[in-house]
């Protein structure tokens, strides 16, 4: 089987920076797609930035110009550099990918969700 396991999430204060890891572990042949989602109290999850095949990029207009996303193919892992970071962006980041595995000596797809870090911006 595939897991996702986050980690980098903290308290940090306004204009500050924070990089949060994502590593992918399991008999990973190929990666379709990792990204980062948040989702703040009382709101609902929302893409913060997304990585394609390690190149193709999309970003959330609020992250923009702060955010960058990033992989090491070699490492399976995904990273979330955030800088300047505002209040707003408080909520807890979920890694999310989807990629193919080998099971039983045959490839399948695997889509799923890791258990999320906190990242707190104090103003």
């Known amino acids: 089987q595939v897991q996702l396991v986050e980690s980098g999430g903290g308290l940090v204060q306004a204009g500050g920076s924070l990089r949060l890891s994502c590593v992918a572990s399991?008999?990973?042949?190929?990666?379709?797609?990792m990204g980062w989602y948040r989702q703040a109290p009382g709101k609902q999850r929302e893409l913060v930035a997304e990585?394609?095949?390690?190149?193709?990029?999309n970003y959330s207009d609020s992250v923009k110009g702060r955010f960058t996303i990033s992989t090491d193919n070699a490492k399976n892992t995904v990273y979330l550099q955030m800088n300047n970071l505002k209040p707003e962006d408080t909520a807890v980041y979920y890694c999310?990918?989807?990629?193919?595995?080998?099971?039983?000596?045959?490839?399948?797809?695997?889509?799923?969700w890791g258990q999320g870090t906190q990242v707190t911006v104090s103003s």
């Open positions: 999310n990918a989807e990629v193919w595995f080998d099971q039983y000596g045959t490839g399948s797809t695997w889509h799923g």
């Open positions: 399991g008999s990973i042949t190929s990666v379709n797609f």
């Open positions: 990585i394609t095949r390690g190149t193709t990029t």
